[in-house]
């Protein structure tokens, strides 16, 4: 190596280092303020649902009620985090809320339509409780 490719080296490698610095202040800025992680990792998820909706619309078969499904995914989602925000929840209350969320995930097609207004109506009692807690 000439001294040219030397200098080219050594200052990319001075780079390379610095991103890597750079890069670890990101992830630990991202993982304790958990408003910033959620608004990344959530810009991922609609695009995924998205395109399951639109494959669904293309092959006919029910794509509204994938659509809803993601809905109360995410409404749930925010259901968690309100329920952890709060300090008076009950833990029992937010596990169950995350064994409902779980469940809601797991739903295949055929029984999503009858069970999503037992999800519905589910998602308004844990609302209700999470906010009578603050009272």
């Known amino acids: 190596m000439d001294k040219e490719e030397k200098v080219f080296l050594r200052r990319n490698i001075i780079k390379f280092i610095i991103g890597l610095i750079l890069l670890w202040f990101s992830i630990s800025y991202i993982q304790s303020h958990p408003a910033e ?6 810009g991922f998820q609609v695009l995924w649902q998205r395109a399951v909706v639109y494959v669904h619309k293309i092959t006919n078969t029910n794509s ?6 993601f809905d109360y995914e995410k409404t749930y989602g925010e259901l968690i985090n309100m329920a952890e ?3 008076c929840t009950d833990p029992a ?3 169950e ?5 779980l469940n809601l995930q797991k739903e295949w097609l055929k029984t999503l339509e009858e069970n999503l207004p037992g999800y519905m ?4 009692e844990y609302k209700q ?4 807690c603050a009272r």
Do not use: G, H, P, V
């Open 64 to 69: 509204e009620a994938f659509q809803r499904k």
């Open 93 to 95: 209350i937010l596990t």
């Open 37 to 42: 992680k959620a608004s990344i990792f959530s």
């Open 129 to 132: 409780m999470i906010d009578n």
């Open 85 to 87: 925000m709060k300090k």
């Open 97 to 101: 809320i995350n064994e409902t969320y």
């Open 121 to 124: 109506r589910k998602a308004n």
